[in-house]
Nanobody, 123 residues
Framework: QVQLVESGGGLVQAGDSLRLSCAAS????????MGWFRQAPGKEREFVGA????????VYVDSVKGRFIISRDNDKNIVSLQMNSLKPEDTAVYYC????????????????WGQGTQVTVSS
């Protein structure tokens, strides 16, 4: 069993940076690949990126490549999403998720989810 709690969201201006954190509880956290998703109002949940359990490999959706970076600290059970050069179209509720397969871009195939944190980017 893994429980996830996101934090770090907020209101920023275009071009700013923001760092989201996902704190995980559960002894088996290091076994899971971690994904980040986002959902804007009226839109489906969108895959943002994922990192495998070892922390060595990452994948990102094209729209955030070169701007967003996922990292994880298995000792502290924390996964982070560093978001740079933010754009208004990045505005959404951001979720972290844990799953056993990597790479995995399908939300329904993740086993555990956090409650989400709002990111708003003004122009």
């Amino acid at each position: 069993q893994v429980q996830l709690v996101e934090s770090g969201g907020g209101l920023v201006q275009a071009g700013d940076s923001l760092r989201l954190s996902c704190a995980a509880s559960g002894r088996t956290f290091s076994r899971y690949a971690m994904g980040w998703f986002r959902q804007a109002p009226g839109k489906e949940r969108e895959f943002v990126g994922a990192m495998r359990w070892s922390g060595g490999s990452t994948v990102y959706v094209d729209s955030v490549k070169g701007r967003f970076i996922i990292s994880r600290d298995n000792d502290k059970n924390i996964v982070s999403l560093q978001m740079n050069s933010l754009k208004p179209e990045d505005t959404a509720v951001y979720y972290c998720a844990a799953g056993l397969s990597f790479p995995q871009t399908v939300a329904s195939l993740y086993d555990y989810w956090g409650q989400g944190t709002q990111v708003t980017v003004s122009s």
